[in-house]
């Protein structure tokens, strides 16, 4: 047979089993849309949760490793400290399991009869071949000011603009800090680190790096001790101490977010190849005189079941098409995610091409059961 003449057979063919074709691109269109729907749901919100959980502040705290936990947590932290280059040497490390540092220097005071925790602090640095956005709890105190936490503004009676005097210096409100609803952070008073090593007498010392742990490997056993390596590799003279409600919150919304991804795909497959073994069962069933008499002028039953798979592949490429543009639109349009993110190019490439390779895999079995047929069995009326 010639070319044409073969492809006017498929068309016809898709022509003839009309209903039998458009069930098979809707079973394709219905998983190849759910795929791109789960994907971009899923890409969203683990988006949404990194940015939320940023936002709630640092989740690791770094300290010398000999810092007593007892005596920070009454607010005492006059024990050790380390050089204020840690902050630059683990910003500098690409294979860390971290980002977003800060650097700070933290002694509890008397400022006007009210206890405060002096913070000072320098600018956030970011891991190196990373651009982030500035953490909101990352303060860039300006030298000789100050920023008030909610409660110590209140008891001192301060707001922007007013002076404050802390050991014997004088600084300027330069803003009041919100209601953070815990201490220490509503009692401390945030200055520019060189300020606060000045008046401590520690130059060029820090007591504590505070550190956002990025996003690890969902199929990690144990993140926080992968997270405490990565850092104490660098570092081995320090104490990692995660605040483990907020890393392992946002590790396991994303893992949690893969595993259903997984499995409400891994059920529209299922379901996509049993039906479309199903309508290819049903389809050559009825094309079994057809097939005899292909057999009897000769045709060799590669050609014909070649007919057969290409059409199924043909269906599945269009039905894959079309699940791909209807479960991007109801992605885009269902307004699912506040800042909707996109499943990349090539994972839908992935799945135009899958597609019509799959569907050829789940038809072959039936095609080649009713092509091992007699010929006479084929042409026979009782045959099934």
């Known amino acids: 047979m010639t070319r044409m003449t073969w492809t006017r057979l498929l068309l016809r063919e898709m022509a003839h089993s009309r209903w039998n074709t458009l069930a098979t691109l809707l079973a394709v269109a219905a998983a190849a849309g759910l795929y791109v729907a789960v994907s971009d749901i899923g890409v969203s919100s683990v988006d949404a949760t990194r940015l939320l959980m940023r936002d709630m502040g640092f989740n690791l705290l770094i300290t010398p490793a000999d810092a007593d936990p007892a005596r920070w947590q009454a607010l005492d932290f006059s024990g050790p400290d380390m050089p204020e280059e840690y902050v630059k040497k683990l910003a500098g490390q690409r294979d860390i399991l971290a980002q977003h540092f800060v650097g700070k220097l933290q002694h509890t005071t008397d400022a006007g009869g009210v206890t405060a925790v002096l913070t000072g602090v320098l600018a956030e640095v970011v891991r190196t071949g990373t651009e982030k956005t500035p953490m909101p709890t990352a303060y860039d105190v300006p030298g000789g000011r100050v920023f008030l936490g909610a409660a110590v503004a209140r008891g001192l009676g301060k707001q922007a603009g007013d002076t404050v005097t802390l050991l014997g210096r004088d600084f300027t409100v330069d803003r009041v800090l919100g ?74 919304q994303r893992a949690m977010m893969m595993r259903l991804q997984a499995a409400m795909v891994a059920a529209a497959l ?115």
């Open 179 to 252: 209601e953070y609803g815990a201490m220490p952070e509503d009692i401390r008073i945030f200055a520019h680190l060189h300020d606060a090593q000045e008046l401590l007498g520690r130059p060029g010392r820090v007591n504590a790096i505070d550190a956002l742990a990025c996003q690890c490997p969902a199929g990690a056993a144990d993140i926080i001790a992968m997270v405490r390596g990565s850092i104490t590799r660098v570092l081995p003279d320090v104490e990692v101490r995660p605040y483990q409600s907020m890393l392992l919150g946002r590790f396991e």
């Open 270 to 384: 299922a379901a996509a190849a049993a039906a479309v073994w199903g309508l290819s069962y049903q389809n050559v069933s009825a094309r079994r005189h057809e097939i005899g008499v292909f057999r009897a002028l000769g045709v060799p039953d590669a050609s014909v079941a070649a007919l057969f798979l290409v059409k199924t592949g043909a269906v599945a490429l269009a039905g894959a098409a079309l699940g791909v543009a209807a479960g991007r639109a109801y992605f885009l349009h269902s307004q699912v995610a506040g800042n909707p993110l996109c499943t990349p190019a090539q994972t839908l490439a992935l799945v135009l091409l899958a597609a019509p390779l799959a569907a050829m895999l789940f038809s072959l079995p039936p095609v080649a059961a009713r092509m091992g047929r007699d010929t006479a069995a084929l042409l026979g009326e009782g045959a099934p």
